[in-house]
Each structure stands twice: as C-alpha cells, then as structure tokens.
C-alpha cells in the first residue's frame, strides 16, 4: 500500500542526529497517539526498508514532520483527550 499522509500525526526530526531507532520510536509513538497504531507495522515495514535516507523520505511521506517538541505534542493531546471526554 502507498503511504497515505497522517495530517494528524507531527514529528520533529530536528536534532535526531542520525539515529534512525530514535526517529521510529518517536514516529510510532505518535501514530499511536492519534490513533493510528493499525498503521505502525506498515510505516515501521516501508521505513526499513532502505538506507537512511530511505527512512527519512519515508516517515515525511507519512507524517508532517516539523518543529513541533514532544511537550507540545502531549500538550495537544492532553487538550484533545480533554475535549473527547
């Protein structure tokens, strides 16, 4: 399957410095967050599947991928689950 752009899931790859483990972990968290963890074996099988390289046009191509920390990010979630409930 071709990756479909989660518009709802923000990574920041800033400051991984290379480290691939790093930026699937932080990815699969936030897949999962917004709940799409049916989809995180898919992204994990596609973003290994290369080089470096590779796992960066692929997580782009999944996620928005910008300057947005993980404090933010659980602060958005913190909002969003408070407004669902």
Do not use: P
């Not at 699969?28 to 960066?56: F, I, N, P, W």
């Amino acid at each position: 399957m071709e990756a479909v752009k989660l518009s709802d899931v923000s990574v920041k790859l800033v400051g991984e410095d290379g480290n691939a483990f790093s930026i699937m972990g932080k990815v699969t968290k936030a897949m999962k967050r917004a709940g799409h963890g049916d989809l995180v074996e898919e992204y994990r099988k596609e973003a290994m599947s290369g080089d470096y390289d590779k796992l960066l046009q692929v997580t782009m191509a999944w996620v928005n991928c910008d300057s947005i920390t993980e404090e933010e990010a659980d602060a958005e979630w913190d909002e969003h689950w408070a407004e669902s409930v």
